[in-house]
């Protein structure tokens, strides 16, 4: 029996008992039916949060090569890119196997306070670490990985642990990624083979894990991946997701993305993700989220990234804002060496997006969509709202030093007030377009951004 199966039979009586002392609790109790799953309301500190930090860390950053370099293993079995064959046949011996690079995953630089630190300082309030990729090592000590972890070869630490421990210390929230299938695990091999008829894979590896993780590491989000090969019922998605609602230790504040299984993305579960790098045309009515890498060619480590392929930090502002505009969250992605170390060219850029937060993020945390999402006046404005307050997100800075913004109408109550986030105690000069709506606003002396974005905060405009 399954720790998840075994959890469930313990429900029935856990509710009998909650409803002899507190009905509502067990009114509340979700079912393993997607229309039961998906009318749970998305605990509020993930929307309120907007900015998260995602993490590929894995065997995967040892050879550290090629476009999409977490999935070198896969590339370079199945020849599907020449590019990881040729890396493979020119620099390791005849007879190298994948499982080979484990031992080199020595981790021996990683300092979690250090991460954490960095990831603090970037603004982020989650991070979404790398449990366990496509390639099935577990980046915990998992007593059912038959030794492809971290304990047993490579850094000999628990990972997951330990940096759970440190962002704790920041207050930052743990999110956790986890592929549901494993390319290359025999038991998925037969369960494949089977055409998904049997669940032995699932039975002995995915549940048990994923209970494990949240039981050891009390994770506030799991980021599912690796669905798309078998539908939700093989991989018992929604039994697995009624669990972690009714019975878990994180009921209550846990989150979750929605890839369970074939068919299910941008459809069923928490947040939506649908595809990497989503990136919707008008304001979607689900709450959702963009993760997008800084090196815009891989989630993992690359030896040979080039300062070109690198997002500078004006992209990134530009693309948060589009995002938290559009009401998600914005899932920004590093990979680390293998040895630990964080490149400076990604540790400056999560720097410098936090130095922006610290002037703006009053218009990006616990903000909402407003009624227009942008237009493009004389620079193109993203807009945000936090109740009765707007805020208009420029990129770039207007010639002249006279911005024009359309969309704002004179509320009638208050005399509109316009401050630069920046200058907070300055109100600006300002002359209505039209009676009733429109702002001409003279802008202040440019205040230095490395990100080529600025914020105006407007009070008594609807
Ligand atoms: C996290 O970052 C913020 C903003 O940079 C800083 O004020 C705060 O002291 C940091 N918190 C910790 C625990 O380091
Ligand atoms: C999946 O859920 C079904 C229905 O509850 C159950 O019969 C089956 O044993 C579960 N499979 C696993 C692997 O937990
Ligand atoms: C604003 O301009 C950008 C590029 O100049 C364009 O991609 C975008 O569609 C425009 N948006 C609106 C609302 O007109
Ligand atoms: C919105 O602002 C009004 C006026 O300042 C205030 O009375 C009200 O409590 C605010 N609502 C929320 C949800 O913050």
């Not at 991460?115 to 577990?138: L, Q």
């Amino acid at each position: 029996m399954s720790p998840l199966m075994r959890a469930g039979c313990m429900a029935p009586i856990i509710c009998v008992i909650a409803f002899l002392v507190w009905a509502p609790g067990c009114a509340a109790r979700y079912e393993a039916t997607w229309a039961s799953l998906d009318a749970r309301p998305l605990p509020r500190w993930y929307d309120e949060a907007k900015v998260g930090i995602f993490v590929h860390w894995g065997v995967f950053s040892v050879p550290g090569f090629g476009q999409f370099s977490e999935w070198l293993w896969y590339w370079w079995k199945s020849e599907k890119r020449r590019e990881a064959v040729e890396f493979m046949r020119k620099n390791y011996p005849p007879g190298f196997k994948y499982a080979d690079f484990a031992s080199e995953f020595r981790a021996e630089f990683f300092n979690p306070d250090n991460w954490a630190d960095i990831f603090n300082a970037s603004g982020a309030r989650y991070v979404v670490f790398t449990s366990k990729h496509h390639e099935g090592f577990t980046n915990w000590p998992s007593a059912d990985s038959w030794n492809w972890n971290s304990m047993d070869v490579g850094p000999h630490r628990d990972l997951v642990g330990e940096l759970a421990a440190a962002l704790r210390k920041k207050s930052l929230r743990l999110g956790l990624y986890h592929s549901l299938f494993e390319w290359y695990n025999p038991l998925f091999l037969s369960d494949q083979a089977s055409g998904f008829k049997t669940q032995e894979f699932v039975a002995r590896k995915t549940l048990p894990e994923l209970v494990n993780l949240v039981t050891a590491y009390k994770p506030d989000l799991i980021w599912s991946d690796g669905d798309w090969s078998a539908a939700d019922t093989y991989w018992n998605s929604t039994q697995f997701l009624a669990w972690l609602y009714n019975d878990s230790p994180v009921k209550d504040e846990v989150v979750t993305n929605d890839r369970w299984g074939k068919g299910c993305y941008c459809k069923h579960g928490g947040y939506y993700n649908c595809e990497d790098r989503y990136t919707p045309g008008k304001l979607p009515d689900h709450k959702w989220e963009k993760c997008q890498s800084i090196d815009t060619r891989s989630w993992g480590y690359r030896r040979e990234m080039k300062l070109s392929e690198v997002m500078d930090l004006p992209s990134i502002i530009k693309d948060l804002t589009y995002v938290v505009a559009m009401g998600g969250n914005y899932l920004l992605n590093i990979g680390p060496m293998s040895d630990g170390m964080i490149a400076p060219v990604f540790e400056e850029r999560l720097r410098g997006l936090g130095a922006w937060l610290g002037i703006n993020g009053e218009a990006i945390y616990a903000s909402k969509p407003w009624r227009v999402q942008t237009e493009n006046s004389t620079v193109t404005v993203w807009y945000t709202a936090k109740n009765v307050t707007i805020y208009a997100i420029i990129l770039g800075w207007p010639s002249k030093q006279l911005l024009q913004l359309t969309v704002p109408k004179m509320s009638g109550a208050t005399k509109p007030q316009v401050t630069l986030l920046d200058y907070p105690n300055i109100p600006l000069k300002w002359a209505p377009l039209t009676p009733t709506a429109g702002l001409m606003i003279a802008m202040p002396t440019m205040p230095a951004s490395p990100a080529n974005a600025w914020c105006l905060k407007l009070e008594g405009v609807v």
